[in-house]
């Protein structure tokens, strides 16, 4: 997982820097819309999939997979622009909180 979260760090170096002229703020908050984009995306490719759109592009599960990707990818630099020093501990104590549940589920079973 660190080199996930080195990455992070890295492409948000990056992307801040093109920023640099927006209020951090205003970054924070496209990142977030960013997000949403992305999880978008990943909707569209489905419905393509499902021939549910009249685009006449085919999808793929790969492509779909490709936009979650994208969208987690822009929702742990989104973590890392509001805490640059905290998002991954806030990452893993969510992550841990989240799946505790389905841990205990299966030690039950």
């Known amino acids: 997982m ?3 979260w080195d990455n992070i760090e ?3 170096a990056v992307r801040r820097a093109a920023g640099a002229h927006l209020p951090d703020e205003e970054l924070k908050a496209l990142q977030i819309g960013k997000v949403a984009e992305e999880a978008g995306e990943a909707m569209q ?3 393509g999939l499902k021939d549910l759109t009249t685009c006449g592009h ?3 599960w790969s ?3 490709n936009h979650l990707v994208d969208a987690v990818i822009a929702a742990l630099l989104a973590m890392h622009y509001i805490d640059p020093a905290g998002a991954r501990a806030t990452f893993g104590e969510i992550v841990h909180r989240r799946t ?3 841990r205990e589920a ?3 079973v």
Do not use: N, P
Request: hydrophobic content about 35%; glycine content about 14%; overall charge negative.
């Open 106 to 108: 299966a030690g039950a």
């Open 100 to 102: 505790r549940g389905g």
């Open 2 to 4: 660190d080199t996930l």
């Open 63 to 65: 492509e779909v997979q």
């Open 10 to 12: 890295k492409l948000s």
């Open 58 to 60: 085919d999808h793929t």
């Open 45 to 47: 490719a489905l419905h």
